[in-house]
Each structure stands twice: as structure tokens, then as C-alpha cells.
């Protein structure tokens, strides 16, 4: 916690924000005194067909874990994404799809979503799915994705939705585990210039003696290439909407029906399928929206994650659509065809708020200035980040460069397991300091336990923990009922377990430390390692480092940092020197690294999370058994990181 510079909340940003701090803390105390009033209110934000009496039925008591909201409501998904915006907004710009190429991008407007989200509800109940029936979505980053997604919602089918850039094998395992009917894909996806054959992977996928759920697969044309084709199964999108109405009547779902299910990175382990329902999914996404990125009307939202990943769900489709926003989906990557893309796009689209990933803001800053070559940025007015811990210098180049100094950031904290952003600030509320998550959200009862699951108060470092339910948790993990109490309600008896580690300053502030697992344990003194890597990557010719923990004779755990640098710097031994000096001087003697690796890549999962379990075997030279390494981006990393272990 070096960085303890306040960022107050701009005064013009205050003026017409939708919450000040009192407000927050009125609110949030309401939250918390009684929730049953609370989200009885609060679930107002979304439409009912049949309202709610029922408001909070939970229990995180060890064999009775029970997890239920608005219990008895009705409600559809679409409808509240679409129809009840077409009173007022059936001509606003819903989508704004940017192509990876950037000469191509297209706007829909309301009233053309709703009428191709209709068209495919009954082109998918013309191919005999039907509510309950799983659908598994692997489709690069178009319109369709997120029509596709709209649709199932709408008949009640539940969809579950496979990153397109995972490999045949992957995609075959989570087919099989959740049983899905109806595979939707696209002929090829493009991504930085490359081409992704995605209908050759659900070919080879589906080729796989274990799969035998899916009886049809639609193809999206994105490419007009030539694709396989097996007759009888495969079906054309544009053929199965070609004479389908424009109109189709939202199925009326209970609060708690499945609404999808979706696999985590699989960071720490074999991906779990997290399965998430109707309405207090919804009401939790919407809100959070609305709040967390002080949703006004004439904004232009842009998240920059894959709909394959959790924050694609909330808050780039169904968080975005259920306020009536308008939401930005990127085909391509932030750095392609230059360093400025993602600059351009904010330019190019007027973008007001803006929400991307600690790796891609690290990317960029790596970059200098090219990151922003010929852009003015100046239509943003808030920027968010999620996915890991973001540094206090990757946070600080954000909100100078990108942000031009004034722009807001809410560092949001979340997990596919919790639906929705549970930890952040609200930009007109929360005054901000570099790498803090800040407050928690309405309803959010975080805590800080030991290893024993004693509460600390106060400052306090530990296992962060939830103390209540709030609408968007996790129902289960689909398939398997007992592994879902065993790894969020058994460490901790009565409170839910996230895994990662937090620190709570003097303000109450909380800052992630990074995962539990991931611990340093260094002559008694617990470091996270979010705190040495901070330290690395804030020397200015670093640009990404990860930090394991490697067994030592005299203090018990010594530590292994690997250490990219930026663009044009080169590795030596009066570097490693100044580099080893320079965390002495930021945190302190104990947490000096015993070793440092150069190298050029990180291991990454797919949604550009570190994998620190495989850099800590690659470090013991433990490696003949990696783990789950199936949702890697570039599994030749490891083998290099390896190579160069051997070699050093
Ligand atoms: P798996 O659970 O399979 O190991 P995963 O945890 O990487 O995979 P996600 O649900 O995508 O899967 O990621 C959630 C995790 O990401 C959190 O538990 C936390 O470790 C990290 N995280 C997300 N946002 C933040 C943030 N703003 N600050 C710090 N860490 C974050
Ligand atoms: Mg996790």
C-alpha cells in the first residue's frame, strides 16, 4: 500500500453523477440492516411477468447450503434486454460492432436486435430446442453472439459459452459435461488479422466418440469460406431465419430457472461450470451496471472482454441491454493493426466508458505513447478494470494516458462464481487510490478471515470472504451439487470462500492480494504476490513480472519472480542488481527476490490471467505434471520457460 495519493472524485463528475458518497453509505447501510427491503425494492429494476412476493431465501450453512431470490417471480431475460426498450428506444443504437478490420464496423438499433433475436427464438424452437435444453455457443466476436445468447434466453434454453479460441479438445469436454443439443458457430472467426477455423474445431469436437448430445450445429456465414459440411446436421444461420416472424413471445421463467451456465478460466485449477439463474442474476447485473459505470443515457459503453468470459456476459451484453445502453463489441484485440487501436475505437465510437483487463492496459503501457499516437480520447469520462489485481503503475499510465488525466477508474473485483462486480468504487462516490478495489457494493458483506476462519477487524490482511448472499451467486457447479459446497462453504464454515486474498486499510478500504493459493510465506512474514509484481512492474524497463514462491532451506519459502521488459530493453547482471535493489527499496529487504527469470512471455490463461500454479512448478523444475493446461493461450510459453529453466 505505498501508493497513498488520494484520487477525490472530480467535481464535475460529482455533479452529474447518479450517487455521491452519502448516498452510497445510506444505501449501502440499508443494504445491509435489511436486505429483504433492499432487493425488494431493488428488484424492481427489471421487469416481472409475474411479481415476486418472495425476496432472499439463503443459507450458507454447511449441509444445508441453499441459495434462493424472488423465488416465486416470473420473468424473461430478453424482454427486459429488448421489448420494454421499444416504447421509447427502438431507434437508439443497442450494438455497435467494431470489426477486427477497422474499415469495418455496423450500428443496430433496438428494434433490429429484437427483431433478429425473435427471428432465431424460432428458428432454434423449429429445430426442437426448447426451454430447458442446453445450447452451447462457440462464435467469434459478432452481433450473432450476442443474438444468440438474447435467444436462448428468451425461449429458455440455457446457453453455455465456449471461448472461440479454445482448442477441439476443450470444447468436446465442457459439450459433454453440461449435455448441450445444439452447437452455434460461426464458418471462420478473424482476430488480429488471423483466421480461426472455428466450424473445422466443432467438427473435430463433435468427431469425438464421447459426444453424442448434439443433434444440430447452425453456422453463422462471418467468412464465406469453405468449410466441411455434414448434411442432416449442419444448418445455416441464414436459412433458419429466412422465413421466421419477427415477433416471438417470451417465455414466462421462473426466478430460478438456469439461465446459463459458463466455466471458469481455470486459473487454479480444472475449470468449474458455474451455473447461474434467472432473475437474481439479472437484477444484479442490471444494477451493478447502472451503478458501477453511473450509467447515463447518452453513454457509449465499451467492454473490451470475449462473451465467452463472465464479464462479456454482465457487462457486455445483459448489464449494457437491460439499462437500454449502447454497447461496444470488438471483433479484434486492442493492439492490432497498430499499438493504437484501442484508442482509435474510443475516438472512432465516441466511447464514454470504457472497461478492459489489467494484461491489455500492461501490454499497452509497454508501448509508451504508441498506445495513444493520434488519438484525443477526449469523449471518455470513465474507465474500469477487471480480471486480476491491477498495479498501482499500470493504473496510474492508465488514468495519465489513456485516460488524459482526468477519467474516473473503478478497479472492480469479481468472479465468475459471483455473477456481478462485488468490490469496486462508484465513480461518484468513492475517492480513489491506484490498485484498490475500494468499497463494497450494495449488499456485499466482505470479510477478512485467518486461516482458522477467525474474523479480523480493522486494518487487517487475510482470506477475504462473504459474509451473506446477494442475488448474483452461483447457484451450483452444473453436474456436481457436492463440489459446489466443498469449494466455496467448507473452509470456512457459514461464510462464502473466494479464494483471493485482501488487505483492509484504516479507510476500509479493501485491496486484493491476489489468490490465497498463491501466498508467499517468506521467514514468516505472508506476502501476497500482487505486492512484489506491483513493485517489479513500477521500474520503468519492466513490463510484466508474476512472483511464485519456491521452497528455501533457511526462510522457508524463497522468491522466484519472472520479469518481461519493455520493448528494446535487454537483460544483464548489473539489471538484475538494480532490479533486486529497487524491490528492497520498495517494500523492504524480505521481499528481495532470490531469483529472477528473464524471459519473453508469461503463461496466460485465455482470458489473460497469470497461471502462477504452472510457474510454480516450472520454477521447482516439477514439471512432468503440469496440471489442467487446456485453457492456456500459447502453451509454447511453458515449453520456453522451461527451456530456459534447464538452461540457467
Ligand atoms: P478458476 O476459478 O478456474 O481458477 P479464475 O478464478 O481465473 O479461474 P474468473 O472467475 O474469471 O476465473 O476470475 C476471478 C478471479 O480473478 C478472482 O477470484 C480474482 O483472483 C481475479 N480478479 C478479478 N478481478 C479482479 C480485480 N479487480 N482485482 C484483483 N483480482 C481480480
Ligand atoms: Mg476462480
Given at each position: 500500500?505505498?501508493?497513498?495519493?488520494l484520487?477525490?472524485?472530480?467535481?464535475e463528475?460529482?455533479q452529474?453523477?447518479?450517487?455521491?458518497?452519502?448516498?452510497?453509505?445510506?444505501?449501502?447501510?440499508?443494504?445491509?440492516?435489511?436486505?429483504?427491503?433492499?432487493?425488494?425494492?431493488?428488484?424492481?429494476?427489471?421487469?416481472?411477468?409475474?411479481p415476486?412476493?418472495?425476496?432472499?431465501?439463503?443459507?450458507?450453512?454447511?449441509?444445508?447450503?441453499?441459495?434462493?431470490?424472488?423465488?416465486?417471480?416470473?420473468?424473461?431475460?430478453?424482454?427486459?434486454?429488448?421489448?420494454?426498450?421499444?416504447k421509447?428506444?427502438?431507434n437508439?443504437?443497442?450494438?455497435?460492432?467494431?470489426?477486427d478490420?477497422?474499415?469495418?464496423?455496423?450500428?443496430?438499433?433496438?428494434?433490429?436486435?429484437?427483431?433478429?433475436?425473435?427471428?432465431?427464438?424460432?428458428a432454434?424452437?423449429?429445430?426442437?430446442?426448447?426451454?430447458?435444453?442446453?445450447?452451447?455457443?462457440?462464435?467469434?466476436?459478432?452481433?450473432?453472439?450476442?443474438?444468440?445468447?438474447?435467444?436462448c434466453?428468451?425461449?429458455?434454453a440455457?446457453?453455455?459459452?465456449v471461448?472461440?479460441?479454445?482448442?477441439?479438445?476443450?470444447?468436446?469436454e465442457?459439450?459433454?459435461?453440461?449435455?448441450?443439443?445444439?452447437?452455434?458457430?460461426?464458418?471462420?472467426?478473424?482476430?488480429?488479422?488471423?483466421i480461426?477455423?472455428?466450424?473445422?474445431?466443432?467438427?473435430?469436437?463433435?468427431?469425438?466418440?464421447?459426444v453424442?448430445?448434439?443433434?444440430?450445429?447452425?453456422?453463422?456465414?462471418?467468412?464465406k469460406?469453405?468449410?466441411?459440411?455434414?448434411?442432416?446436421?449442419?444448418?445455416?444461420?441464414?436459412?433458419?431465419?429466412?422465413?421466421?416472424?419477427?415477433?416471438?413471445?417470451?417465455?414466462?421463467?421462473?426466478?430460478?430457472?438456469p439461465?446459463?451456465?459458463?466455466?471458469?478460466?481455470?486459473?487454479?485449477?480444472?475449470?468449474?461450470?458455474?451455473?447461474?439463474?434467472?432473475?437474481?442474476y439479472?437484477?444484479?447485473?442490471?444494477?451493478?451496471f447502472?451503478?458501477?459505470?453511473?450509467?447515463?443515457?447518452?453513454?457509449?459503453?465499451w467492454?473490451?472482454?470475449?462473451?465467452?468470459?463472465?464479464t462479456?456476459?454482465?457487462?457486455?451484453?445483459?448489464?449494457?441491454?437491460?439499462?437500454?445502453?449502447?454497447?461496444?463489441l470488438?471483433?479484434g484485440?486492442?493492439n492490432?493493426?497498430?499499438?493504437?487501436?484501442?484508442?482509435?475505437?474510443?475516438?472512432?465510437?465516441?466511447?464514454?466508458?470504457?472497461?478492459?483487463?489489467?494484461?491489455?492496459?500492461?501490454?499497452?503501457?509497454?508501448?509508451?505513447?504508441?498506445?495513444?499516437?493520434?488519438?484525443?480520447?477526449?469523449?471518455?469520462?470513465?474507465m474500469?478494470?477487471?480480471?486480476?489485481?491491477?498495479?498501482?503503475?499500470?493504473?496510474?499510465?492508465?488514468?495519465?494516458?489513456?485516460?488524459?488525466?482526468?477519467?474516473?477508474?473503478?478497479?472492480?473485483?469479481?468472479?465468475?462464481?459471483?455473477?456481478?462486480?462485488?468490490?469496486?468504487?462508484?465513480?461518484?462516490?468513492?475517492?480513489l487510490?491506484?490498485?484498490?478495489a475500494?468499497?463494497?457494493?450494495?449488499?456485499?458483506?466482505?470479510?477478512?478471515?485467518d486461516?482458522?476462519g477467525?474474523?479480523?477487524?480493522?486494518?487487517?490482511?487475510g482470506?477475504?470472504?462473504?459474509?451473506?448472499?446477494?442475488?448474483?451467486?452461483?447457484?451450483?457447479?452444473?453436474?456436481?451439487?457436492?463440489?459446489?459446497?466443498?469449494?466455496?462453504?467448507?473452509?470456512?464454515?457459514?461464510?462464502?470462500?473466494?479464494?483471493?486474498?485482501?488487505?483492509r486499510?484504516?479507510?476500509?478500504?479493501?485491496?486484493?492480494?491476489g489468490?490465497?493459493d498463491?501466498?508467499?510465506?517468506?521467514?514468516?512474514?505472508?506476502?501476497?504476490?500482487?505486492?512484489?509484481?506491483?513493485?517489479?512492474?513500477?521500474?520503468?524497463?519492466?513490463?510484466?513480472?508474476a512472483?511464485?514462491?519456491?521452497?528455501?532451506?533457511?526462510?522457508?519459502q524463497?522468491?522466484?519472480?519472472?520479469?518481461?521488459l519493455?520493448?528494446?530493453?535487454?537483460?544483464?547482471?548489473?539489471?538484475?542488481?538494480?532490479?533486486?535493489?529497487?524491490?528492497?527499496?520498495?517494500i523492504?529487504?524480505?521481499?528481495?527476490?532470490?531469483?529472477l527469470?528473464?524471459?519473453?512471455?508469461?503463461p496466460?490463461?485465455?482470458?489473460?490471467?497469470?497461471?502462477?500454479r504452472?510457474?510454480?512448478?516450472?520454477?521447482?523444475?516439477?514439471?512432468?505434471?503440469?496440471?489442467?493446461t487446456?485453457?492456456?493461450?500459447?502453451?509454447?510459453?511453458?515449453?520456453?520457460?522451461?527451456?530456459?529453466?534447464?538452461?540457467?
Amino acid at each position: 500500500m505505498s501508493d497513498t495519493k488520494l484520487y477525490p472524485v472530480p467535481a464535475e463528475f460529482a455533479q452529474n453523477s447518479l450517487l455521491n458518497d452519502s448516498a452510497y453509505q445510506a444505501m449501502y447501510k440499508h443494504s445491509i440492516n435489511d436486505p429483504e427491503a433492499f432487493w425488494r425494492e431493488q428488484g424492481q429494476i427489471v421487469d416481472w411477468i409475474k411479481p415476486y412476493s418472495q425476496v432472499k431465501n439463503t443459507s450458507f450453512q454447511p449441509g444445508s447450503i441453499d441459495i434462493k431470490w424472488f423465488q416465486d417471480g416470473k420473468l424473461n431475460v430478453s424482454a427486459n434486454c429488448l421489448d420494454r426498450h421499444l416504447k421509447d428506444n427502438a431507434n437508439k443504437t443497442a450494438i455497435i460492432w467494431e470489426g477486427d478490420n477497422p474499415a469495418d464496423s455496423e450500428k443496430l438499433t433496438y428494434q433490429d436486435v429484437y427483431e433478429k433475436v425473435c427471428q432465431f427464438s424460432n428458428a432454434l424452437k423449429a429445430q426442437g430446442i426448447k426451454k430447458g435444453d442446453v445450447v452451447c455457443l462457440y462464435m467469434p466476436m459478432i452481433p450473432e453472439a450476442a443474438i444468440a445468447m438474447l435467444a436462448c434466453t428468451r425461449i429458455g434454453a440455457v446457453h453455455t459459452i465456449v471461448f472461440a479460441g479454445f482448442s477441439a479438445g476443450a470444447l468436446a469436454e465442457r459439450i459433454n459435461n453440461c449435455g448441450a443439443k445444439l452447437v452455434i458457430t460461426a464458418d471462420e472467426g478473424v482476430r488480429a488479422g488471423r483466421i480461426i477455423r472455428l466450424k473445422d474445431c466443432v467438427d473435430k469436437a463433435l468427431a469425438k466418440p464421447q459426444v453424442t448430445s448434439v443433434n444440430n450445429v447452425i453456422v453463422f456465414a462471418r467468412t464465406k469460406a469453405d468449410i466441411a459440411w455434414h448434411e442432416g446436421r449442419d444448418l445455416w444461420w441464414h436459412d433458419v431465419v429466412k422465413d421466421q416472424p419477427s415477433e416471438c413471445e417470451p417465455e414466462a421463467m421462473n426466478a430460478e430457472d438456469p439461465l446459463f451456465i459458463l466455466y471458469t478460466s481455470g486459473s487454479t485449477g480444472k475449470p468449474k461450470g458455474v451455473l447461474h439463474t434467472t432473475g437474481g442474476y439479472l437484477v444484479y447485473a442490471t444494477m451493478t451496471f447502472k451503478y458501477v459505470f453511473d450509467h447515463q443515457d447518452s453513454d457509449v459503453f465499451w467492454c473490451t472482454a470475449d462473451v465467452g468470459w463472465i464479464t462479456g456476459h454482465s457487462y457486455l451484453v445483459y448489464g449494457p441491454l437491460a439499462n437500454a445502453a449502447t454497447t461496444v463489441l470488438f471483433e479484434g484485440v486492442p493492439n492490432y493493426p497498430d499499438t493504437a487501436r484501442m484508442s482509435q475505437v474510443i475516438d472512432k465510437h465516441q466511447v464514454t466508458t470504457l472497461y478492459t483487463a489489467p494484461t491489455a492496459i500492461r501490454a499497452l503501457m509497454a508501448k509508451g505513447d504508441d498506445a495513444i499516437a493520434g488519438t484525443k480520447r477526449t469523449s471518455l469520462r470513465l474507465m474500469g478494470s477487471v480480471g486480476e489485481p491491477i498495479n498501482p503503475e499500470a493504473w496510474r499510465w492508465y488514468y495519465n494516458t489513456i485516460g488524459n488525466s482526468s477519467t474516473p477508474i473503478v478497479d472492480t473485483w469479481w468472479q465468475t462464481e459471483t455473477g456481478g462486480i462485488l468490490i469496486t468504487p462508484l465513480p461518484g462516490a468513492t475517492a480513489l487510490k491506484p490498485g484498490s478495489a475500494t468499497r463494497p457494493f450494495f449488499g456485499i458483506s466482505p470479510a477478512l478471515v485467518d486461516n482458522e476462519g477467525n474474523l479480523l477487524e480493522g486494518e487487517n490482511e487475510g482470506n477475504l470472504v462473504i459474509l451473506d448472499s446477494w442475488p448474483g451467486q452461483m447457484r451450483g457447479i452444473y453436474g456436481d451439487e457436492s463440489r459446489f459446497e466443498e469449494a466455496y462453504f467448507s473452509t470456512f464454515p457459514n461464510m462464502y470462500c473466494t479464494g483471493d486474498g485482501a488487505k483492509r486499510d484504516a479507510d476500509g478500504y479493501y485491496w486484493i492480494t491476489g489468490r490465497v493459493d498463491d501466498v508467499l510465506n517468506v521467514s514468516g512474514h505472508r506476502m501476497g504476490t500482487a505486492e512484489i509484481e506491483s513493485a517489479l512492474v513500477s521500474h520503468s524497463k519492466i513490463a510484466e513480472a508474476a512472483v511464485v514462491g519456491v521452497p528455501h532451506d533457511i526462510k522457508g519459502q524463497g522468491i522466484y519472480a519472472y520479469v518481461t521488459l519493455n520493448a528494446g530493453e535487454k537483460a544483464d547482471d548489473a539489471l538484475e542488481a538494480e532490479v533486486k535493489q529497487w524491490v528492497r527499496n520498495e517494500i523492504g529487504a524480505i521481499a528481495t527476490p532470490d531469483t529472477l527469470h528473464w524471459t519473453q512471455a508469461l503463461p496466460k490463461t485465455r482470458s489473460g490471467k497469470i497461471m502462477r500454479r504452472i510457474l510454480r512448478k516450472i520454477a521447482t523444475n516439477d514439471t512432468d505434471s503440469l496440471g489442467d493446461t487446456s485453457t492456456l493461450a500459447d502453451p509454447s510459453v511453458v515449453d520456453t520457460l522451461i527451456a530456459e529453466k534447464q538452461n540457467a
